[in-house]
């Protein structure tokens, strides 16, 4: 087990185009979570799943983003029509409901940048 | 919305103990106190998390006050591979699970 795998590690792409970010969790974790992080700033969240169902999206993920779990495993986010604002590093996180540890781990992040 | 507020730069002595304060004074009582830290260009690790009473680990502990408004984390012997940013955050219920509101953390430089 790698922990918490997100690709691409960096993804450079021009205004208006559409981008997909994949995010693999720890094996065993039924819970993934998206957060989002811009310069200088902590970690800001952005949605949740608990096996395939989101639960919870936050106020900052417009109509624009859309995140997916389909069978409880790997997610993505996609991003629509990319605005320079999407620039961010965008991080993903995975818990267990079980045990005694219920910490988040995060991966390394996707850094998106839109020129 | 922060429910966290730390002081935006610190620094320690190698081998010293490093003492990283935060304020959380709007903290409700079954929200926890968790600490996280995050070296450049990785992804936020875990350190430790408490709801009222003092943690240790291998880590670092963790002192909460009595009235739950503050907290300070304590790496006992400061490395040079602790320097990074430290987020001290507080832990909110949703639906089913938790989500972490994080402030814009600490940055500890440790000197050699």
């Known amino acids: 087990d790698t922990g918490v795998s997100q690709n691409p590690r960096h993804k450079i792409t021009k205004r208006g185009q559409n981008v997909t970010f994949r995010c693999d969790p720890i094996?065993?974790?039924?819970?993934l979570y998206w957060y989002r992080q811009t310069l200088g700033q902590g970690p800001e969240f952005l949605t949740y799943?608990?096996?395939?169902?989101?639960?919870?999206k936050s106020r900052l993920l417009s109509d624009r983003f859309s995140a997916e779990r389909p069978k409880g495993s790997f997610s993505t986010l996609e991003i629509q029509r990319t605005e320079q604002g999407d620039s961010a590093m965008y991080l993903c996180?995975?818990?267990?409901?079980?045990?005694?540890?219920?910490?988040?781990?995060f991966g390394q992040g996707t850094r998106l940048t839109v020129v | 919305d922060a429910k966290t507020t730390q002081p935006p730069s610190m620094d320690c002595a190698e081998g010293r103990a490093a003492n990283l304060p935060c304020n959380h004074s709007t903290i409700s009582g079954n929200e926890y106190v968790y600490w996280y830290r995050q070296i450049h260009s990785q992804g936020p690790q875990y350190i430790i998390h408490?709801?009222?009473n003092n943690e240790t680990n291998e880590m670092a502990s963790l002192i909460i006050t009595e009235d739950r408004k503050s907290s300070t984390l304590i790496l006992p012997h400061a490395t040079l591979r602790d320097t990074a940013v430290y987020y001290c955050i507080v832990r909110v219920p949703m639906d089913s699970s938790y989500k972490l509101i994080f402030g814009s953390g600490t940055r500890l430089l440790v000197r050699p």
């Open positions: 094996s065993e974790h039924n819970r």
């Open positions: 996180a995975s818990s267990w409901t079980g045990g005694r540890s219920t910490e988040a781990f």
């Open positions: 408490g709801l009222k």
């Open positions: 799943f608990q096996n395939e169902a989101q639960l919870e």
